[in-house]
């Protein structure tokens, strides 16, 4: 089936759904099925429309349908030395680009780097009302009013069904080190957001049982003197550590309690909170296996001016995301009406409302 079909056979359906009035649930690779709320609807599946469009190194931009393997895109990033800066996890082995943008997720690198959302250029879209929508462009200055293209990241498929999302990439780092220390949660909160403001080639800071991990990234020079400004050994790269973190397959990930995703300032001190702690983003992304109250675990949080997700595990027909404050709920809701009147895409895999 042509590319051309694809996208007509998708219209179609959108289009018939939003006539019954009928929910669609989005799916393309699948990996993320058990993140968000439980998914509910007919399944839209977009796997299909895949494939690179576009993509020239020297301008540092990439062009690719929805349904490309992530894997696909980022080989053919890694064989002209470059990369998607903020380190995407894929949670298995058929992770789509569009998944990925939709959900929002960003890696150990998001920080220093930018999250997901940064470096979408544009899109194109299907709305509610099976009209195909283009916004952005391919280039970083193409911004104008709202940036509709950059509102699908982190939407969940919520907004409409992304086709083709284009994006700015980056050069891999010439010479990359991570170093380890045995330290205190609270040292290594102190060093990693201490850090964030030194001009020291830092993209990426944990505290993963009682050691801090820091990796330096940047030119052969940079890196060396870096090196000697801050504590600890050398970490074999055979060891594959910060992919294991950004994909979860650290040994810290097992646990059967409820994962939690906790976002705070990255100086915030260590929570009053009982559970097993990972700390990642220099401090700001904490995720915590706790059986603990959800009212509890975010009253604590919110006091701390963060917000708290149920990544993993616990009720997903509950509240799985922070709830949201009256103004950005009618923010939300309004979105929602503009770009899915009938209220078909993913209906409650954000909230139950949306």
Known sequence: MTEDNIGARLQDQVRQEAQ?????????????????????????????????????????????????????????????????????????DHATLGGTIACGLSGPRRPYAGAARDFVLGCRLLNGKAEILRFGGQVMKNVAGYDISRLMAGAWGTLGVLLEVSLKVLPRPAAVTTL??????????????????????????????????????????????????????????RSHFWQRLGEQQLSFFNGDKPLWRIVVKPDT??????????????????????????????????????????????????????????????????LKTSFDPQGIFNPGRMYAEL
């Not at 669609?24 to 998914?39: A, C, D, E, F, Q």
């Not at 796997?47 to 190194?57: E, N, Q």
């Not at 201490?194 to 505290?207: E, I, R, T």
């Not at 109250?293 to 995301?321: L, N």
Request: glycine letters at 12%; charged letters at 20%; a negative charge.
């Open 20 to 92: 019954e009035k009928r929910g669609l649930n989005i799916v393309s690779g699948g990996s993320k099925t058990m993140l968000g709320r439980r998914p509910a609807g007919d399944v839209l599946a977009v796997s299909g429309h895949r494939g690179i469009v576009d993509y020239d190194p020297r301008e540092l931009v990439l062009s690719a349908r929805a349904g490309t393997p992530l894997a696909e895109i980022e080989q053919t990033l890694a064989d002209n030395n470059q990369m998607l800066a903020f380190e995407p996890p894929h949670f298995g």
């Open 180 to 237: 380890y220390h045995e330290c205190s949660a609270a040292d290594a909160i102190t060093l990693m957001s201490g850090l964030l403001g030194k001009a020291l080639p830092v993209d990426a800071a944990c505290y993963y049982k009682g050691q801090c991990y820091l990796r330096l990234a940047g030119s052969e020079r940079s890196v060396h003197e870096a090196r000697r400004k801050l504590p600890g050994d050398a970490l074999s790269p």
């Open 269 to 334: 001190p260590p929570l009053a909170l009982g559970g097993e702690w990972l700390f990642d983003w220099g401090g700001a992304q904490r995720w915590l296996f706790s059986d603990n109250d959800a009212q509890q675990i975010r009253g604590v949080v919110q006091q701390h001016g963060g917000h708290a997700t149920m990544f993993r595990g616990g009720d997903r027909d509950g509240e799985v995301f922070q709830p949201l404050a009256e103004p950005l709920r009618l923010l939300h809701q309004r």
